[in-house]
């Protein structure tokens, strides 16, 4: 599919006064990464990631024909509970470019109340969640003006729509695990939106569980748009590029073969290899905090001494994912409570696991 066939070309507002949408939409966790993008949204290598479950957002959509049609935007953010000035300018530069999309955003005013599962500037970026909720609540307001939409064209469109405004949302609509990006072990993936994952997934990776531990909560000090950028005149890139989609082949294999140990060296692989990039980039930062190391070597050790098959990933942060396999849930939870909780901020973590992705309701 082209960019052309997501814009929304006939519609009749008339008949459509006002109404509401809800959707709550999961955050996800990428195995392989995404790190350098071109314009408009368009990531330079494949990734693919797990959907998460219990870390979601929920938008409630509220939308009224306006009384004197102009070409602005008319939208009011409530962010659990309170009336929220800081997410608008994202929104509106959001709402600029879908409206190519779907025109009839200039026609409505729009509340967003909205609200997140997990705590409030807990690092856990909220971008993915948040902009793929989003894109669904105006996607069930096209549905209402073609009801011939497929379940699939309407999934797509999110998913391109939620790329629009956060690369990372545009895995964020189905799950258990979604490919974006065009790679030729896919046939029908694509830049422009996630797909599921097409293939069978062993029954090892059913369920698959990642603990957030909540190392730091802070704002972060480089946004994710500044650190993509810096990929432009990196030294490493073409190769970093090329790694990416090397590893996506190699994950694929992986999930369908059920090599829990090719996993872990692929998963961490990954995730500090996207901290390399972070390190070597001019100007270089850093955003993984001393406890974030001593983390990574507890879980070493931990891998081990029990023969488990427990890894890490990171994001843009601080904070660890400890992913690991269903059945090791008990041991690997007393781990994480005696000896890993330490090194949280007040002794925070979440525990997750890979889910079906985002539901109206
Ligand atoms: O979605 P963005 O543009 O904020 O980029 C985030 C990219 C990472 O989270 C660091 C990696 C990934 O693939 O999710």
Same mark, same amino acid.
């Given at each position: 599919? !082209?960019e052309n066939? @997501? %814009?929304l #070309?006939?519609? =009749? /507002?008339?008949?459509?006064?006002? $109404?509401?949408?809800?959707?709550? +939409?999961?955050?996800?966790?990428?195995?392989?990464?995404?790190?350098?993008?071109s314009?408009?949204?368009?990531?330079?290598?494949?990734?693919?990631?797990?959907?998460?479950?219990?870390?979601?957002?929920?938008?409630?959509?509220?939308?009224?024909?306006?009384?004197?049609?102009s070409?602005?935007?008319?939208i009011?953010?409530?962010?659990?509970?309170?009336?929220n000035?800081?997410?608008?300018?994202?929104?509106?530069?959001?709402?600029e470019?879908?409206?190519?999309?779907?025109?009839?955003? !200039?026609?409505?005013? @729009? %509340?967003? #109340?909205?609200? =997140? /599962?997990?705590?409030h500037?807990? $690092?856990?970026?909220?971008?993915? +969640?948040?902009?793929s909720?989003?894109?669904?609540?105006?996607?069930?307001?096209?549905?209402?003006?073609?009801?011939?939409?497929?379940?699939?064209y309407?999934?797509?469109?999110?998913?391109?729509?939620?790329?629009?405004?956060?690369?990372?949302?545009?895995r964020?609509v189905?799950?258990?695990?979604?490919?974006?990006?065009?790679?030729?072990?896919?046939?029908?993936?694509?830049?422009?939106?996630?797909?599921?994952?097409?293939?069978?997934?062993?029954?090892?990776?059913?369920?698959?569980?990642?603990?957030?531990?909540? %190392?730091? #909560?802070?704002?972060?000090?480089?946004?994710?748009?500044? $650190?993509?950028?810096?990929?432009?005149?990196?030294?490493?890139?073409?190769?970093?590029?090329e790694?990416?989609?090397?590893n996506i082949?190699?994950?694929?294999?992986?999930?369908?073969n059920?090599?829990?140990?090719?996993?872990?060296?692929?998963?961490?692989?990954?995730?500090?290899?996207?901290?390399?990039?972070?390190?070597?980039?001019?100007?270089?930062?850093?955003?993984m905090?001393s406890?974030?190391?001593?983390?990574?070597?507890?879980?070493?050790?931990?891998?081990?001494?029990?023969?488990?098959?427990?890894?890490?990933?990171?994001?843009?942060?601080?904070?660890?994912?400890?992913l690991?396999p269903?059945?090791?849930?008990?041991?690997v939870?007393?781990?994480?409570?005696?000896?890993?909780?330490?090194?949280?901020q007040?002794?925070?973590?979440?525990?997750?696991?890979?889910?079906?992705?985002?539901?109206?309701?």
């Amino acid at each position: 599919m !082209t960019e052309n066939d @997501f %814009v929304l #070309k006939k519609y =009749n /507002s008339n008949n459509l006064k006002k $109404g509401t949408f809800t959707w709550r +939409s999961p955050s996800n966790i990428a195995l392989v990464k995404y790190w350098g993008k071109s314009e408009p949204q368009i990531p330079k290598n494949t990734s693919i990631s797990f959907t998460l479950n219990n870390c979601h957002t929920t938008t409630t959509l509220e939308f009224s024909k306006k009384e004197n049609p102009s070409n602005g935007y008319d939208i009011q953010v409530i962010f659990e509970g309170l009336i929220n000035k800081d997410f608008k300018p994202k929104i509106i530069k959001f709402f600029e470019r879908i409206e190519k999309y779907i025109p009839f955003i !200039t026609e409505y005013g @729009f %509340v967003i #109340k909205t609200e =997140n /599962s997990f705590p409030h500037s807990s $690092g856990i970026a909220s971008s993915a +969640s948040g902009l793929s909720a989003l894109a669904l609540c105006l996607m069930s307001i096209e549905k209402v003006f073609n009801t011939n939409l497929t379940d699939d064209y309407f999934n797509k469109k999110a998913s391109f729509l939620a790329r629009l405004g956060s690369g990372s949302a545009a895995r964020s609509v189905e799950g258990e695990i979604v490919v974006w990006g065009k790679h030729d072990d896919f046939s029908y993936s694509s830049d422009l939106y996630g797909i599921k994952f097409p293939n069978n997934i062993h029954v090892n990776f059913k369920n698959y569980k990642d603990s957030i531990l909540l %190392v730091d #909560k802070g704002e972060k000090k480089v946004s994710s748009t500044l $650190g993509h950028n810096l990929m432009h005149e990196h030294p490493f890139a073409k190769a970093r590029f090329e790694q990416g989609n090397k590893n996506i082949s190699a994950m694929n294999k992986i999930l369908q073969n059920g090599d829990l140990k090719a996993f872990v060296q692929l998963v961490e692989s990954e995730a500090l290899t996207l901290h390399a990039m972070m390190l070597t980039s001019n100007p270089y930062f850093i955003l993984m905090k001393s406890n974030t190391l001593k983390i990574i070597e507890k879980i070493w050790d931990y891998r081990k001494r029990n023969q488990s098959n427990i890894c890490f990933t990171l994001d843009a942060g601080a904070n660890v994912h400890v992913l690991f396999p269903e059945k090791e849930n008990d041991q690997v939870n007393a781990f994480i409570t005696n000896e890993l909780i330490a090194f949280c901020q007040n002794n925070q973590y979440i525990c997750d696991k890979a889910g079906t992705g985002a539901w109206q309701l």
